[in-house]
């Protein structure tokens, strides 16, 4: 026969207060008259990696300088911290983990999408070199992000590609526009320097509205303070792990 307290009383810890322990002469005695009961947060599961316990603590850092920080730490706190704990070894793990995931996918299709678009403009225009002459003006597209994240003092992040990418599909979109015009002015018989004046000419308000209509249709998203502008703005979440000996340590950035 086994005989034991309800599932309410087993549930709540008051009942550890009110039970009685029945001693050899038939008396019944408070639990808490005979032992200390104290309360303490315990572990509720043991975290592994790797098949190597694993603990973190994470902070929210509301700086802005991510990469001055990562590099002091990594510099200045890893190799002392280390160094006093030779069993406990380190990864990366977390946001830093899905950022370099995130950051490798975006190349890739970055570099897919500029193949594809070359080969789609090689055959519109019938040319090798004219997509070349199109997409040359990627690189100005990557200096004005520099320019723009020094302006606003954003340090480089995931988004910051994304941001890259449309500005290249606007560059290459209004070089589009400055070559075609330019061919056709060269298959009226025009000669290659009048051509690309009169081209400059002709497409010059087109280019420039669209440019400037682009740049002040992010300027809300860039200088709001609300949640969802903010969540485009690149942050740190500085994550840091210290555990007992025999573990691995997970750091989350």
């Not at 509720?44 to 603590?57: A, C, E, Y």
């Not at 019938?126 to 002459?133: D, G, V």
Request: aromatic share 12%.
């Amino acid at each position: 026969m086994r005989v034991r307290y309800s599932r309410t009383e087993r549930e709540a810890l008051d009942s550890l207060y009110k039970i009685k322990i029945r001693m050899r002469d038939g008396r019944e005695i408070p639990l808490i008259s005979i032992v200390d009961l104290e309360i303490k947060p315990g572990i509720n599961r043991i975290l592994r990696r790797d098949g190597k316990k694993i603990v973190w603590v994470w902070a929210e850092y509301n700086g802005t300088n991510k990469q001055a920080l990562i590099s002091k730490i990594k510099q200045e706190f890893f190799p002392g911290w280390l160094k006093r704990n030779p069993e406990i070894s380190t990864d990366g793990f977390g946001r830093n983990q899905d950022e370099e995931a995130f950051i490798n996918t975006v190349i890739y299709y970055e570099g897919l999408a500029l193949i594809i678009t070359y080969m789609l403009m090689a055959i519109a225009f019938k040319s090798y070199m004219q997509p070349f002459l199109i997409m040359s003006a990627i690189p100005f597209a990557f200096l004005g992000s520099v320019l723009g994240h020094w302006g606003h003092q954003i340090y480089y992040g995931a988004f910051s590609m994304l941001g890259i990418l449309a500005a290249s599909g606007v560059v290459v979109n209004d070089n589009l526009v400055l070559i075609d015009c330019l061919n056709k002015l060269r298959a009226k018989g025009y000669q290659p320097a009048v051509a690309a004046l009169e081209a400059g000419r002709l497409r010059f308000r087109p280019i420039l509205l669209t440019s400037i209509t682009t740049f002040i249709g992010l300027i809300p998203m860039l200088s709001g303070d609300n949640e969802q502008s903010k969540f485009l703005v690149p942050c740190l979440y500085l994550c840091a792990t210290d555990i007992k000996a025999k573990s691995k340590v997970l750091f989350n950035w």
